[in-house]
Nanobody, 127 residues
């Protein structure tokens, strides 16, 4: 059983930075595809970034490209989302998600591709 625990959210001002962490327990993070998603009030959950198990390939949504960076620390079994130049529209609950390496059926952009989810961490950006 894989468990995911996010942390690092908070209230910041526009232009500030935050780093979200997702600690993985039960399996080694390097054998999983790990994604970050977010859900703003009144909106559907949307893809933010993915780091794939093979080679650590990363993909970021256009809305965060150049500002957010997903990374992985295998020794700490943790995935990070470094968020710079935050904007008010980045306000959302951020979730990390996992699916075993070979079980990823697509590119990792859709919620239904993931088997495990964390509880989420709130990020609020004031303008």
């Amino acid at each position: 059983q894989v468990q995911l625990a996010e942390s690092g959210g908070g209230l910041v001002q526009a232009g500030d930075s935050l780093r979200l962490s997702c600690v993985v327990s039960g399996r080694t993070v390097s054998s999983y595809n790990m994604g970050w998603f977010r859900q703003a009030p009144g909106k559907e959950r949307e893809f933010v970034a993915v780091i794939r198990w093979t080679g650590g390939t990363t993909v970021h949504a256009d809305s965060v490209k150049g500002r957010f960076t997903i990374s992985r620390d295998n020794a700490k079994n943790t995935v990070y989302l470094q968020m710079n130049s935050l904007k008010a529209e980045d306000t959302a609950v951020y979730y990390c998600a996992a699916v075993a390496g070979r079980l990823l059926g697509g590119l990792g952009f859709r919620e239904n591709e993931y088997d495990y989810w964390g509880q989420g961490t709130q990020v609020t950006v004031s303008s």
